[in-house]
């Protein structure tokens, strides 16, 4: 059997290695291959391009790339024509991906989606293409289900990889406990996103909010994930331009660790979200937009809130800001809010409280299992004949 694979964003090349791990585990035999990023090929993926080097969001980073991904969808075909795999695995990264979902559909290949896009958020409209060129969805949140299963999508919920992700971590408890302060000082973290142009967006104004906060308590300890080497030194330019005697505990792929040594953290709103209710963290969501962006919102997004510990539980469990012009506003709302959460113990015991309830209906890991059985019961269903053709050969 082989399963061809397209993720273009750098979480889901995580969810997919592992999904590709628990496949494998079920049948030994399994070849994987396509599109992805490191995790994937350390998983044991046959990369054809590894693309998440291309992971952008937003219609005006997208035009620069339309000849890539145009290639990348002719090789795909032509790799669907020369030999066709049993099935193709889309994991988010939907602007691409629909392509893949169209080219495979075309060929008869199954399409089955992971991670779907986020069309009850934002474009409804869009829920045709899942029709045309998908025959079923893995949803990873239970409204999600829902929102699938009530337009009579094929679909199945199978859990958020996140939470697997969580929970097969071991921690470096020597580098939290290094981390931390070892004079009780507040740790707060910074996590300014998975993409170039997250940290071009936001992280000036995160530094502004940490500078404002550690004027009113200077003993917070500041400590910043960052996913690659490039942006970790780019946050590090930025931060010598503009604070430079803001004191930051840079730590490279050790978000988990960051985390965890933090009270709480301050984060560009994304999937990390997900990390932060599994490792039971409070958050403050900011997101920077355009101003055009910002009003386009208002008629396009179909939901409450951007941030899924909020959308899971229908309400503000994480606080978020999505910050648009002049943010002045945001800054101070959002330095006294952390302030707030910094100086009053019971207002922020209130916050955890609220999370760790969350937590403990949400966060079950188990997602990447659930996906690869019900991907290769899928498969299986596809092979075997039907009532009526058991009858004819009888």
């Known amino acids: 059997m082989r399963i061809f694979f397209s993720a273009g964003e750098p979480s889901g090349d995580q969810h997919a290695a592992r999904l590709t791990t628990s496949l494998q585990q079920l049948h030994p035999h399994l070849k994987c291959e396509g599109f992805g990023g490191p995790a994937m090929r350390k998983a044991g993926v046959h990369l054809l391009f590894e693309l998440t080097e291309l992971a952008v969001m937003g219609f005006l980073r997208v035009l620069p790339l339309l000849a890539e991904f145009r290639r990348l969808v002719q090789q795909a075909e032509a790799h669907f024509d020369r030999s066709p795999p049993d099935a193709v695995i889309l994991v988010d990264f939907p602007g691409f991906n629909w392509w893949i979902a169209k080219a495979a559909r075309r060929r008869g290949i199954p399409v089955i989606y992971y991670l779907p896009p986020q069309l009850w958020a934002w474009a409804p409209w869009r829920l045709r293409k899942v029709r045309r060129w998908v025959d079923h969805v893995l949803c990873t949140l239970p409204f999600e289900y829902d929102w699938y299963r009530e337009r009579g999508i094929s679909c199945s919920c199978v859990g958020h990889p996140f939470f697997d992700q969580a929970a097969e971590y071991i921690p470096d408890q020597q580098l939290i406990d290094t981390l931390r302060s070892t004079h009780r000082q507040p740790t707060v973290a910074l996590l300014p996103g998975s993409r170039g142009h997250e940290i071009e967006h936001n992280w000036q104004v995160m530094l502004q909010i940490a500078e404002r906060i550690s004027q009113q308590v200077p ?18 330019e930025i931060q010598q331009q503009q604070a430079p005697s803001l004191q930051l505990d840079y730590q490279l792929e050790r978000t988990p ?11 560009v709103s994304g999937s990390i979200s997900l990390e932060l209710l599994a490792r039971r963290r409070p958050g403050i969501v900011l997101y920077r937009v355009s101003r055009l962006g910002r009003f386009l919102s208002r008629f396009l997004m179909h939901c409450r809130f951007i941030t899924l510990p909020n959308l899971i539980a229908d309400r503000a469990i994480m606080p978020e800001f999505i910050s648009s012009g002049d943010p002045s506003a945001d800054i101070r709302t959002i330095s006294e809010l952390a302030v707030r959460w910094l100086q009053q113990p019971d207002v922020f015991a209130r916050q955890c409280a609220e999370l760790n309830a969350l937590t403990e209906r949400i966060a079950v890991p188990g997602a990447s299992q659930n996906a690869a059985e019900t991907i290769l019961q899928l498969l299986s269903d596809r092979t075997q004949p039907s009532t009526a053709e058991q009858h004819r050969a009888a």
Not at 219 to 236: I, K, P, T
Not at 257 to 267: G, M, T, W
Request: glycine letters at 4%.
């Open 219 to 236: 003993a917070v300890r500041w400590v910043v994930g960052s996913y690659r080497e490039r942006q970790l030194l780019r946050c590090r």
């Open 257 to 267: 660790e960051v985390i965890e040594s933090a009270d709480f953290c301050l984060l």
